[in-house]
């Protein structure tokens, strides 16, 4: 699994053309760490291959967990490409992207996790609370 940050941000056009491809673009607002998008690509995988998936195109569906909506259009909303000034791209084939290269915007921080709606719980750990955020729509399949 390839994840790699970049600054700057794509149109949605480019960003469905590699999802052709197989390299996921998000907003990087969405991302807890690589560990976090790693654990989303899996279980967007998984979603379409036991047909539990809610989305009828991958890129949806990797936002939908990400965002830890139901909703497609809130999701895209939240992590979607379309006013991003960072993104993070996923792939299971090597890759690269004409933006720079800065794997810092992977790093889970408070700012990301208010950006999702989500306020910090005493005694957990922030990255945490990103897997928590995406399980929570496992439940609601």
Not at 2 to 12: A, H
Not at 40 to 54: D, L, R, T
Request: proline share 1%.
């Amino acid at each position: 699994m390839i994840v790699k940050g970049y600054l700057g941000n794509i149109s949605l056009n480019e960003a469905e053309t590699l999802a052709d491809k197989g390299i996921y673009v998000v907003n990087a607002m969405c991302v807890g760490g690589r560990e976090h998008a790693e654990y989303a690509y899996w279980k967007m995988v998984k979603s379409f291959s036991e047909s539990k998936n809610i989305a009828r195109k991958r890129h949806l569906e990797l936002l939908l967990i990400l965002s830890g909506k139901r909703q497609i259009r809130e999701a895209m909303k939240l992590c979607g490409v379309e006013t991003a000034k960072e993104i993070v791209a996923i792939s299971e084939s090597e890759f690269e992207l004409p933006l720079k290269r800065d794997d810092s915007v992977l790093m889970c921080n408070a700012e990301k996790l208010k950006a999702l709606g989500i306020s910090p719980i005493a005694g957990y750990d922030i990255c945490d609370l990103f897997f928590e955020n995406s399980a929570m729509l496992e439940l609601e399949r």
